[in-house]
């Protein structure tokens, strides 16, 4: 197949990027206990209505986005075959890796100042996204090594790992690619990465859910898939309705299930969640079309859309810090820690547009640096 993709389709892949960026910012921050979440999390704070709609949106509804992002990487990745790889991977260093390496010390850097006031060095430590052990909370506490090794391969902008995988299977594309396309080997090749899927797989450069859906994006480019019409079996109605149930049912059950069913829950809720990513994927990439034409008909939204970027790379750890401070300083109203879920990430969202703008316009080098070449444009 050639590089041409139809105008709609572009649109679309850059619309369901910002949506996936924007997204990401209101699941981290979710402010219910425990905060890190995985597939099986079960709250333990108890359920009200706050704590219900935020693991109902931050554990359920908004999970599709990352595997959205995989498959999009994928398939744009697969479109471009006729230019050498050699000089495929060169640019990917340019705008995958030099970007993860610049915000990564960005991130540790920010931390390292903050900490150097007594009021937002309290805001770190109560967020634990720099705790390396049962005492150490502050990136001051780090050893030398233990801040190199953050920076090469745990970021404290935790969002990077998804370039850091990224990068990974853009280097090992052609075995990818083999694999997705050979007409026995794929069948293993995608049972094995649907098991690692289904099992939550992850190491430091290769996890499960990027390995599956990156791959299914190239095998998608590479076949006669269509991802403009449905198939009747991927009627979007239908998955929209197992989307919305499963992950109301995921969430119930996340907050009454252990004590009628035990640890035997667990499991169940973990699966939920796999079944609500599917279905969300598909329910939102073919029923959103309508969606899709309206925002990208607005000049303001396709001028916004090009920060999704600087959205990904600015707003965390920032908004895992400003949780506490953010709940305490509505902690007079009602519902303040459902606001606080709401109004900060938009607050986040809007400090990381701004600041993107002004770096554009003032030092566009700098930031075309920053964002790997992204968002140059309108």
Request: glycine share 6%; charged share 10%.
């Amino acid at each position: 197949m050639g590089t041409y993709l139809n105008p709609f389709l572009s649109q679309k892949f850059r619309f369901w990027s910002f949506v996936s960026m924007f997204f990401l910012v209101f699941v981290h921050g979710y402010n219910v206990e425990p905060r890190y979440l995985q597939p099986w999390t079960t709250p333990t704070d108890p359920l009200t209505p706050t704590a219900f709609v935020q693991y109902l949106v931050a554990n359920g509804l908004l999970r599709f986005r990352i595997p959205m992002l995989f498959v999009i990487s994928g398939y744009l990745f697969a479109l471009h075959d006729e230019q050498p790889y050699n000089q495929r991977v060169r640019k990917r260093l340019r705008t995958l890796l030099a970007p993860y390496m610049i915000w990564s010390a960005f991130g540790i850097l920010l931390t390292f100042v903050l900490e150097l006031h007594p009021y937002t060095r309290s805001a770190i430590a109560n967020s634990h996204v720099v705790q390396i052990d049962d005492t150490r909370m502050l990136i001051h506490d780090y050893r030398w090594y233990e801040t190199a090794i953050r920076w090469l391969f745990f970021p404290v902008s935790y969002q990077l790992w998804f370039i850091r995988v990224l990068l990974v299977y853009n280097l090992a594309y052609p075995l990818i690619v083999k694999a997705v396309t050979h007409k026995t080997a794929r069948y293993v090749f995608f049972s094995l990465a649907a098991l690692f899927w289904l099992a939550t797989f992850d190491i430091v450069l290769v996890e499960g859910e990027g390995l599956l859906f990156f791959s299914l994006g190239v095998w998608i480019q590479k076949t006669d898939f269509s991802i403009e019409s449905p198939k009747p079996w991927l009627n979007p109605i239908g998955w929209f309705v197992a989307f919305v149930g499963l992950a109301v049912l995921k969430t119930w059950l996340a907050f009454r299930g252990q004590s009628a069913m035990g640890n035997s829950v667990y499991p169940l809720i973990a699966l939920l969640h796999k079944g609500t990513v599917i279905s969300g994927l598909i329910a939102c990439w073919y029923g959103g079309d309508a969606v899709v034409r309206w925002f990208m008909a607005r000049p303001w939204f396709v001028w916004l859309s090009a920060f999704s970027f600087m959205i990904y790379a600015l707003h965390a750890p920032l908004v895992a810090y400003l949780i506490d401070p953010t709940i305490a300083a509505l902690q007079p109203m009602p519902a303040a820690r459902l606001l606080a879920f709401i109004l900060l990430p938009l607050a986040i969202i809007a400090l990381c547009v701004a600041t993107g703008a002004a770096l554009r316009r003032v030092t566009p080098r700098f930031y075309g640096l920053l964002t790997g070449g992204r968002g140059m444009g309108a």
